[in-house]
Each structure stands twice: as structure tokens, then as C-alpha cells.
């Protein structure tokens, strides 16, 4: 995503006034902690924007807490050890000493905690674990389990593939997560508190968020799945029990048994289950699954994990694709289970994180309730036509719910290679390391004139806190809709992008982007050159066209709430309707750059608080607002 086209400013000396932050999902009742009496990162969210989340988020700087409150700086800067600017809601609450404490009181009822912590790398990398105590009503419950293994990356380049595991100054990918399921429930008003003790041992704790749920009880297996058990897995024992599931899912596709059951209990997987064919997988096999039904107690209860790097890993497996989840082409349907990779870098040299589910995707493909983590990608759709001709076919009416995507090297699910008629919804996305969604109108198809990706839809989803790229980004292709998303903390690209970078197949048609809501996205990347509003619309080398932007709220934005970036390409007659945008923080509302090309006509537009102007089309630039609230740094209503 890299430009040349170094963007502009103008400055109009307004003032920044009344700080908005808008949180996620209602957080605790507990009384702020100290200078965070008047905090409004705990207001719920709009509840028909974002998925329908089974846990309630808690942000810590929201709790009562003894510790040091650590923020953003105003321009939210990215990539030099910069824990604000990397935390949720842009505040997080260290912990140096003992004793020290997050404290908040539950609104629900829980038996599981998810914990967004930092705690140190290793002084020669690699990570370390180390423990936090948990005590809920003043009782000790347990240690929990942290560790830095997955996170820390570093270097001074923004280049993905130039970061390193070597220690040095500028370091970014600073949280990772931590999950424990309880020993029993606790009512909603359970005053739970997360506490350095004196033989928690890492030098500092960063505490951001927590997530309380409520977890079901392991499902029953169905009467017509037959357990990877009656093929020689054994659960929690450590033990590689990749060849007991691979024979168990050759079996349904033989048509032998007609579902896998992964029971509960924790799965090592250590090769990627795929078609066992060896005649026909060349130096590595890219011949996916088919005719296959996997299902699982739940994804809390049946795991899979693997221990190998995915570089380091042999047999059968592709080094970029990973040596853990499922490589899928046709007719498969996969739920409620876990599968967690072991990956540590977005690397060169083939050292990369693997992916989780990838393949054709064909068509009859339904994935739902499925946690995916520690992948270099979450999920790739599609597969190049020139990688075995006579396998081709794009992902047709693929369907994901219920997804859970967290600390990614790269993309959370990304569609490629003419995916038409296929969806994402109602499913979360936290800390992805590039596009946490993505639509990929790539050439490399079978018929670049048909094969467009067109008709997909990203609805009803919760994305947090991208690393690195966008919440949301469509690369070309026609009738794509983005709708009723929650998107927030995008360290340093924007909440929505629509982009002609990485050399798509043409827009065309109609682009909807609806009833989302953006709060503090947008950020500065490529050496701090080029600053990205929270919606960004980049005709990189050609045009972008049929766009239409309606009943969307954008607040908190670090730069332009809505900006035209210049561009190789023209962008005409986008139309927005229905959107507000409060605090443009260091950016106009609406911005047309220098170099912009195109026009935009608004329609009950509310602008509020911008740094730079409501409106502004900078000089050089033939880009035409029409309706506009102010223009060219002019003042207009709500000002």
C-alpha cells in the first residue's frame, strides 16, 4: 500500500476541544481510577452496529486501579514502543510495582476472562511467561497465563516483511492475550480484580482490556459424527495427532463416516489436514478438502495447536500456508472449535506465521464459530488459476459467522481471487496485522474479464485495533457492501478503505459502505509520510467508481474523517448521505487532496469539531464537493 503521493496541509487554527471517546461494549460500573473521573471510554456501543458478541469488554483506564494510566500522544504515533497508541480506546494502565491492581465490577455473568496484556520480550527476544493473579470479591482464584512469545516485532520500517524477533529500540505489536476458562461462574456484581503479587515476576504488566463470558457447556457429539479418538488422537497428552485427524477427514470424504467430531480437550496439530493425495501434490500439496463436515464441542472446548513454527515445520506443508488448520476447496462446513497457530513473525525468507483456513473455497461452504489466533493470516479465500488449472474455482456463496480473529501477523479474512457471493458476519477481529477484512479483485483468475470479485458482504462485525492496514479494505470489483461494522483503534491506516493499490481488477457497479460506525481510526504510516483519514478512498492507479457512503458515524478521528487521496485515478460522483463526523483531531472532515481527482455530492452531512476545516479541497486539486457544510477551510453549520 505504499505511495509515492505525499499528502498536504493546510492549517486553519482551530482548536481541540472535548475530547469524545466511545467505547466498545458496556464496560464496568466501577468508580474511574485516578485523573479518570470524568472517562467516557465505557459508553456502549450503537446496538445495531457491530456483532452480537457472546462476552462484555471491560477497558481497564474505565476500572479503579493502582498503577500508571499510559495514553496516546495527540497523533496516536505508531511503531516506536508506543503502548497508548497500540491500546484500546488509546489508554491502557500499567503495572510496576506490587500490589498494584485493575480493578472493575461485572455487569455479566462469567466463567471465562480474556486478558489484553503487554508484559516484556525476553532481552535476546523469543518472549517470556509469566503470571498475573486474579481475585474476584477479594478471593483468589488463579494465576493467569501470560506471555510474550507472539508479540514484539521490530525495526524502524514499515515494510511488514523487514521486522524482526531481534530486539532494538523501535518495537510495535505490543499486546497479546491471555485465556483461561474458570473453575465456576460468577454472578453479574462480582467485583473482579487483576493483581501483581509478589511472585508475579515480569518487570511490568500493561493491562488493557478484559473480556468476561459466559461459556457453555462442551456440545455432545451429534449421532452421525464419528470422533478423530476412533483414529488413535488422544486429548491433552501432548502427543502430534495430526495423523488420526487427517485419516478421520479422508474418511468423510471418502464417504466412509459422514461428520469428524473434535471432542473436547486440547488437539496438537502439527501438519496441515488437507487431501492426502501424494501423487498429485507436487513439492507441496495445494490440493484442499472437500465433501467434508468437522464439528467441535464448542471453541472454548475443542482446541488445535501447534507447536512448530510454520517455517520449521516439513512433511506435507506449504511454509507460507503453515503446518496447522485446514487447506478447504469444496463442500466443507467446519464449527465450534479453535485452532491456534504458533506463528511469531510476517517475515521474509519463508518465515511467516501460516494461515488458518485456506484454499479455493469453491462452493456449499459454511465456517462458523471459529477462533483462529497466532496465524500470519486468519483466513485466505482463493487460490492463483495458474496453481493447478483444473482445480479452478472461486470461492461461490461462501458463508462466515461467528468468527473470532486475534493477533494476526497479517489479514483476518481476505477475498481473493474472483470470491463472488460470499460473506463475513457477525464475528470479531482484535489486533490483526494487516486488513482485518479484505476484498482482493486480484487478476490472477481465470478469465480476468468475469472472474471479478463482486457481491461480498462484511456485515455486523466488531474490529478492533489493527496493527497494521485497514479495519476494512476493498480492492476493486463491483456490488462489494461494508455494513452496520464496528470499527475502532486503527494504529495507523484507515477504519474503511477502498484502494486501487496492489493492482486490482476495475471497480465498477456499485460499492455500498453503510451504517458503520469509526471511532479513533485513521493514522500516519510510511515514515510518518502519509496520514490517513478514518475512511480513505485511494485510486492508486485507476478509477474508483459507484461509491456511496451513507448513515455512517465517524468520530475520534486521528486525521480527516473522510479523505480523497491523490491517485493515478479519477474518483466521480461518490455520493454521502446520512454520516456524521465529530473531531477530526489533527484533520478536516472531509478532505480532498492536491492531487484529487473526482466528485462527491453530500446529502444531510453533520460536521463537527475538525482541526483543519469541515471541508477542505486542497489547492492544486480539481475535486468537487457539492453540498458541502464549509469548503476550503471555510466555516459552515455545526461549527
Not at 296 to 302: C, V
Amino acid at each position: 500500500m505504499k505511495s509515492k503521493h505525499l499528502r498536504r496541509r493546510l492549517i486553519t487554527g482551530i482548536s481541540l476541544t472535548g475530547l469524545l471517546v466511545v467505547g466498545l461494549l458496556p464496560a464496568a460500573s466501577a468508580a474511574p481510577g485516578p485523573a479518570e473521573a470524568d472517562d467516557t471510554s465505557a459508553r456502549p456501543a450503537a446496538a445495531e452496529r457491530g456483532a452480537a458478541l457472546p462476552y462484555v469488554e471491560y477497558e481497564a483506564e474505565a476500572a479503579d486501579y493502582e498503577g500508571t494510566l499510559l495514553e496516546a500522544d495527540p497523533k496516536r504515533t505508531f511503531g516506536h514502543t508506543n503502548f497508548g497508541s497500540e491500546s484500546s480506546g488509546r489508554k491502557s494502565v500499567r503495572l510496576d510495582s506490587s500490589g498494584q491492581f485493575v480493578e472493575f465490577t461485572s455487569t455479566n455473568e462469567a466463567n471465562s476472562i480474556v486478558v489484553r496484556n503487554s508484559i516484556p520480550d525476553a532481552p535476546g527476544g523469543g518472549g517470556i511467561d509469566a503470571t498475573l493473579s486474579l481475585y474476584a470479591d477479594g478471593a483468589f482464584v488463579q494465576k493467569l497465563d501470560l506471555s510474550s512469545k507472539h508479540s514484539w516485532l521490530y525495526g524502524n520500517t514499515d515494510d511488514p516483511e523487514s521486522l524482526t524477533n531481534s530486539p532494538q529500540a523501535d518495537a510495535r505489536r505490543l499486546f497479546d492475550e491471555s485465556h483461561a476458562l474458570l473453575e465456576k461462574s460468577y454472578p453479574a456484581g462480582t467485583k473482579f480484580k487483576l493483581q501483581r503479587d509478589a511472585d508475579d515476576s515480569a518487570s511490568f504488566y500493561i493491562v488493557d482490556l478484559i473480556d468476561l463470558e459466559q461459556v457453555a457447556p462442551p456440545a455432545s457429539k451429534p449421532a452421525e459424527c464419528t470422533s478423530i479418538t476412533e483414529y488413535g488422537a488422544v486429548p491433552d497428552d501432548g502427543d502430534d495427532d495430526t495423523k488420526a485427524i487427517q485419516d478421520a477427514v479422508t474418511a468423510d470424504q471418502n464417504g466412509d463416516i459422514a461428520c469428524v467430531w473434535i471432542p473436547e480437550g486440547r488437539w496438537r496439530q502439527e501438519q496441515k489436514i488437507l487431501t492426502d493425495d501424494p501423487a498429485n501434490q507436487g513439492q507441496y500439496n495445494q490440493i484442499g478438502i472437500s465433501d467434508v463436515t468437522i464439528r467441535g464441542a464448542g471453541m472454548w472446548h475443542s482446541q488445535l495447536y501447534t507447536l512448530t513454527e510454520p517455517q520449521n515445520a516439513g512433511g506435507i506443508n506449504h511454509p507460507h500456508e503453515g503446518n496447522f488448520g485446514f487447506d478447504i476447496d469444496d463442500n466443507t462446513q467446519i464449527s465450534d472449535i479453535a485452532i491456534f497457530g504458533s506463528g511469531r513473525i510476517r517475515g521474509g525468507g519463508g518465515a511467516e506465521g501460516g494461515v488458518g483456513l485456506n484454499g479455493r473455497f469453491g462452493q456449499n461452504i459454511k465456517i462458523s464459530n471459529v477462533w483462529i489466533e497466532h496465524a500470519n493470516v486468519g483466513v485466505w479465500v482463493g487460490r492463483d488459476y495458474d496453481n493447478i488449472p483444473a482445480l479452478w474455482g472461486p470461492a461461490d456463496g461462501l458463508e462466515f459467522s461467528g468468527m473470532r480473529i486475534r493477533n494476526t501477523y497479517a489479514d483476518g479474512i481476505n477475498f481473493t481471487n474472483g470470491t463472488r457471493n460470499s460473506s463475513v458476519d457477525n464475528s470479531s477481529f482484535r489486533t490483526t496485522g494487516d486488513d482485518s477484512l479484505a476484498v482482493w479483485a486480484n487478476r490472477y483468475v481465470k478469465d480476468p474479464a468475469v472472474d471479478i470479485a463482486h457481491d461480498n458482504a462484511f456485515t455486523n462485525n466488531t474490529i478492533q485495533l489493527p496493527w497494521r492496514a485497514n479495519g476494512v479494505a476493498i480492492y476493486g470489483g463491483y456490488g462489494n457492501k461494508v455494513q452496520n461494522n464496528l470499527i475502532a483503534d486503527t494504529a495507523n491506516y484507515p477504519g474503511i478503505m477502498l484502494a486501487t493499490d496492489h493492482d486490482p481488477l476495475p471497480f465498477s457497479g456499485e460499492t455500498l459502505l453503510t451504517g458503520n460506525a469509526l471511532h479513533r481510526t485513521g493514522g500516519a504510516f510510511w515514515n510518518e509520510d502519509q496520514e490517513f483519514g478514518a475512511i480513505t478512498i485511494f485510486p492508486a492507479s485507476r478509477d474508483i467508481t459507484g461509491v456511496k457512503i451513507r448513515d455512517t458515524e465517524i468520530s475520534d478521528s486521528t486525521y480527516d474523517g473522510i479523505q480523497f487521496k491523490n491517485g493515478g485515478g479519477n474518483v466521480p460522483d461518490v455520493e454521502i448521505s446520512g454520516v456524521t463526523i465529530d473531531r477530526s483531531n489533527n484533520g478536516s472532515g472531509i478532505l480532498a487532496m492536491g492531487g484529487a481527482r473526482g466528485s462527491a455530492t453530500l446529502t444531510d452531512v453533520t460536521i463537527t469539531d475538525s482541526a483543519e476545516g469541515d471541508v477542505l479541497v486542497e489547492p492544486g486539486s480539481s475535486f468537487v464537493i457539492n453540498g458541502a457544510p464549509g469548503i476550503n477551510g471555510a466555516s459552515g453549520p455545526g461549527r
